[in-house]
């Protein structure tokens, strides 16, 4: 009966909600078709080659990633890995490389998070110095890849089906990393770090034009890394690293619970299936590294310590202690780097380090530890402290009053309320709890409900399905906002896999596994409406003019960025439903919910509707552009052309327009650069 709780959750979801109506036949046939069709052509090369199915899908999803993502980013994005598998491998001699990755990563981004204010930002700087540190350690780095390759032989021979299935999944997920960068908060937020040191080698700290600007920042810092050293965005190849992090990770840790490597692959596809990752891949959310540093942390804790892979160094003794404990600091603060609250992500993964080290603990080298998690993940919260007096802006501006933002900082849209029935909800209603379509969650919570009850029952899991479940009730508590949940989901794949195992058998475990897998295949594209809008289709087809088309089809607003590229004197001012500012460093400002200044002035020009109204606004503030959509703000198109304005470019939708500039108007870039109000060396503030 436990095992069959789950199937009649599923069926009674399917009969009780109107789900199948969002079951739609073209996104359906989108996924099949990248699924399927690549497993077909590469189950017939590798019988005509003598090859694994499972190598050919591996090198043609690589290939492609190439070709979509740009080879720049792409090598970047692995020179940088390679950077931090070095650095990782200082602490973490012995561990597993994606392990001493994540390590790597994450002190690379709590380093340079608190240099973003210095201009050295620089390829010129970035590529000597991440050259460096792989070719100071080049036969680490030779010996690490031909042990991959090993190990990579041995788990495809033990599993050759799964591994086929496993790396077919994981390459219908890596087309989200072939798009552009189109999601809503990458776009008027996200993108903003990594194009200012793009463009100005320096952050500019503006939380005037966009709150969020001091957020937690090591996610994006690791983007701008890669948009740096590559010349132009690489969010799509940086993603794919995480990705494949994320599933060498969960693979380890189905290993590591007992596991066989057809038991580690289902993992691998199960965590890849899951439709909300189309959102995380195609984006620059904090989700994304969240859950390869708390799947990481999980794998250090998972394996005694003494073993490959586990959170010892080798051997017993105060080195292995002291190298343990200072490797979860850095992930723990690593967490705290990329999203404050983390930290609710987190409380469980200590609560079950304190329970697995309690007797061993380091405790003369404790303060230590904690005061490596601060460096790494404490330069938001002292930058944001300093520069407005809230170390969370914009949330709980009640507690910590400014002058930025107000209020919580909570979205109620999410404030849906806390019941047993959540994640059932959540597979069936999704589209009340995050910005996706009914079933863009995935169905594993419910599907697999028995392996989860196993999981808790056995030794070898329950820790890691108790701290997974905790994470995830934590997550949810305050708001029911389902993506802030999923690295907790995630990392409660491989305790479903072991525990769907044990209660059902080997075979019919598997085939347990395969039932939620079709499930999530499913509905698939329901997890981001621009996959689900056919913007691979497009991505592929050249008649639908490739990035260009799907920019002026998406988000025509993206399409001013080539045409003012290089026009340092431009002061842009976006008005419309998309305030997609944030890739101009520091040059385009939006009168949106993020910038309550500008918002009001916008208001009051807009109520008075006259002229005279619109001019004074574009003087006042000094913009010398303006982007709009004709018609949705009548007084403003009437109001253009009176006042001088010139159009200067029609691009689908939007018109761009040239205004007229009067004499000592403001400079509101350079107003707003909060790095003036740092004790900077002279000059370092001014720079646009």
């Known amino acids: 009966m436990l095992l069959a709780a789950g199937p009649l959750l599923f069926l009674a979801g399917l009969l009780a909600t109107p789900i199948l109506a969002h079951l739609l036949p073209r996104p359906l046939a989108q996924t099949l078709a990248l699924w399927l069709l690549p497993l077909g052509l590469a189950a017939v090369a590798a019988r005509a080659l003598r090859q694994r199915a499972a190598d050919l899908l591996a090198i043609g999803w690589g290939a492609l990633l190439l070709v979509f993502a740009g080879p720049l980013p792409v090598l970047a994005t692995v020179v940088l890995a390679a950077a931090a598998l070095v650095l990782g491998h200082a602490l973490l001699p012995r ?125 994006d810092v690791l983007h701008g890394v890669v948009q740096v050293l590559a010349g132009g965005e690489g969010r799509g190849a940086l993603n794919a690293l995480w990705l494949l992090l994320l599933a060498t990770l969960g693979f380890r840790l189905v290993r590591a619970v007992g596991e066989d490597a057809a038991g580690g692959f289902a993992g691998v596809a199960l965590i890849a299936s899951v439709p909300t990752l189309l959102w995380l891949v195609g984006g620059m959310q904090a989700e994304l590294p969240s859950a390869v540093l708390a799947m990481a942390i999980a794998l250090q804790l998972a394996v005694p310590p003494g073993e490959r892979g586990g959170c010892g160094d080798g051997g017993e003794g105060g080195e292995g202690e002291r190298r343990r404990l200072f490797a979860l600091a850095v992930l723990a603060g690593g967490l705290m780097t990329i999203k404050a609250s983390n930290v609710l992500l987190a409380l469980p993964l200590a609560s079950w380090w304190l329970a697995v080290a309690a007797r061993r603990l380091p405790w003369r080298w404790l303060p230590a530890g904690l005061g490596v998690l601060l460096l790494v993940g404490g330069s938001s919260y002292v930058f944001a402290w300093g520069l407005s007096g809230n170390p969370l802006l914009p949330l709980f501006n009640d507690v910590f009053p400014n002058a930025i933002a107000g209020g919580s900082g909570l979205d109620r849209r999410w404030l849906v309320g806390f019941g047993p029935d959540l994640p059932w909800r959540i597979a069936f209603e999704t589209d009340r709890y995050v910005e996706a379509f009914p079933g863009g969650a995935g169905f594993l919570p419910v599907v697999l409900a028995g392996g989860a009850v196993a999981a808790l029952a056995m030794r070898r899991t329950r820790a890691l399905a108790l701290a997974a479940i905790a994470a995830w009730v934590l997550a949810m508590l305050p708001m029911q906002y389902a993506r802030y949940a999923l690295p907790a989901s995630l990392l409660l794949v491989p305790a479903l896999v072991a525990g769907t195992r044990a209660l059902a058998g080997g075979r019919a475990g598997m085939a347990m596994l395969g039932l939620v897998l079709v499930a999530n295949l499913a509905f698939f594209a329901n997890g981001s409406w621009i996959w689900r809008a056919g913007a691979v289709k497009r991505l592929l087809d050249p008649r639908d003019g490739g990035v260009v088309g799907i920019h002026r089809d998406f988000l025509p607003e993206r399409m001013l960025g080539p045409l003012l590229q290089g026009r340092d004197d431009v002061r842009l001012l976006v008005v419309g439903p998309e305030p997609a500012i944030a890739e101009f460093g520091g040059r385009a400002f939006a009168g949106s919910r993020y910038d309550l200044e500008l918002a009001a002035a916008i208001t009051a020009a807009a109520e008075d509707g006259s002229a005279a109204a619109w001019s004074a606004l574009f003087v006042e503030f000094g913009f010398t552009h303006l982007s709009l959509r004709p018609g949705l703000t009548p007084s403003l198109d009437a109001a253009l052309p009176a006042i001088g304005g010139e159009p200067e470019a029609a691009l689908g939708v939007i018109e761009l327009w040239r205004l007229p500039v009067a004499p000592g108007a403001r400079d509101l870039m350079r107003e707003r650069d909060g790095r003036r109000a740092l004790p900077l060396p002279a000059g370092n503030s001014d720079r646009g």
């Open 95 to 219: 561990r597993p490389p994606e392990l001493r990755i994540a390590v790597g990563l994450a002190l690379v981004a709590g380093a340079l998070g608190w240099l973003l204010a210095l201009p050295v930002h620089r390829a010129i700087v970035y590529w000597p110095l991440l050259l460096a540190l792989a070719g100071w350690r080049w036969r680490l780095l030779a010996t690490e890849a031909r042990a991959l390759t090993g190990g990579w032989r041995v788990a495809v021979d033990a599993a050759p089906g799964a591994a086929t299935v496993a790396i077919a999944t994981l390459g219908l997920l890596s087309t989200a990393a072939w798009l552009p960068t189109l999601e809503f908060d990458d776009v008027v937020y996200h993108l903003a770090l990594p194009a200012q040191l793009q463009q100005l080698g320096a952050y500019r700290f503006d939380a005037q034009s966009q709150m969020w600007a001091l957020a937690p920042w090591g996610g």
